[in-house]
Structures are given as structure tokens and as C-alpha cells.
């Protein structure tokens, strides 16, 4: 999938849309784990960042990241706070644990 700000990301063959129709993707925010490289395999996907915030709560992290062509920043969170606003790190999810939802999903809720 191509975001309209141009970001790429790698799907489940069984999530995909037909070419240049509109869609919603959804990643569950307990299943994105944070790496300071890249984690690219055969079963998980991703994409990189820079943080732009970081907050300590009780025993979890949670950063503000910016991903180039995604309209949102992305809010993570993590036991480790081992990244600084301005880092750039890798947020990585299984390539089973994205949803892709088309216009003819929303069109039956």
C-alpha cells in the first residue's frame, strides 16, 4: 500500500485493495514494537521514524513519532526509553497483524 503522502507499507496479500482505491490502515498500538534499526523479515514489516516526544509513565515510555507520508504522528509505547526526541528509530509489526479496511467495509457499517 502507498499512502497519499507517498510512505510504502508491506501487507498481508490477504489485505489488499484494488490499485488507487481508498482505505484505512489500522495496527493495533500493543502489536508495534520499537528497534533503533531496521526490522524488515519474511513475517514482519515496518516503518522508520523520528521522535518527536517522549513521556515516562509508570513503568512504560510512550513516544510521538514522525513517520515521512503519513498524515498522523505515530504513538507508541515501550518498557524502554532508550530514544531522544530527534532519534530515529524503526517501529515494526507483524505483516498478519495489519488491517486494511476498504470503502466497501465501511460502506456496510
Same mark, same amino acid.
Given at each position: 500500500?502507498?499512502?497519499?503522502?507517498? =510512505?510504502?507499507?508491506?501487507? @498481508? $496479500? %490477504?489485505?489488499? &485493495?484494488? @490499485?488507487?482505491?481508498?482505505?484505512?490502515? #489500522?495496527?493495533?498500538?500493543?502489536?508495534?514494537?520499537?528497534?533503533?534499526?531496521?526490522?524488515?523479515?519474511?513475517?514482519?514489516?515496518?516503518?522508520? +521514524?523520528?521522535?518527536?516526544?517522549?513521556? !515516562? &509513565? +509508570?513503568? =512504560?515510555? *510512550? *513516544?510521538? #513519532?514522525?513517520?515521512?507520508? !503519513?498524515?498522523?504522528?505515530?504513538?507508541? =509505547?515501550? $518498557?524502554?526509553?532508550? !530514544?531522544?526526541? +530527534?532519534?530515529? %528509530?524503526?517501529? =515494526?509489526?507483524?505483516?498478519?497483524?495489519?488491517?486494511?479496511? +476498504?470503502?466497501?467495509?465501511?460502506?456496510?457499517?
Amino acid at each position: 500500500l502507498v499512502t497519499p503522502g507517498g =510512505a510504502s507499507l508491506s501487507v @498481508d $496479500k %490477504l489485505c489488499v &485493495e484494488p @490499485d488507487g482505491s481508498s482505505c484505512t490502515v #489500522v495496527v493495533r498500538a500493543e502489536d508495534i514494537e520499537v528497534h533503533a534499526k531496521r526490522l524488515d523479515t519474511e513475517t514482519m514489516t515496518g516503518v522508520e +521514524g523520528r521522535v518527536v516526544l517522549r513521556l !515516562f &509513565e +509508570g513503568e =512504560a515510555v *510512550y *513516544y510521538e #513519532v514522525d513517520v515521512a507520508g !503519513f498524515e498522523r504522528r505515530l504513538r507508541v =509505547a515501550c $518498557k524502554s526509553g532508550a !530514544f531522544a526526541p +530527534g532519534d530515529q %528509530l524503526w517501529l =515494526a509489526w507483524r505483516r498478519d497483524r495489519i488491517w486494511v479496511i +476498504g470503502e466497501q467495509t465501511r460502506a456496510q457499517d
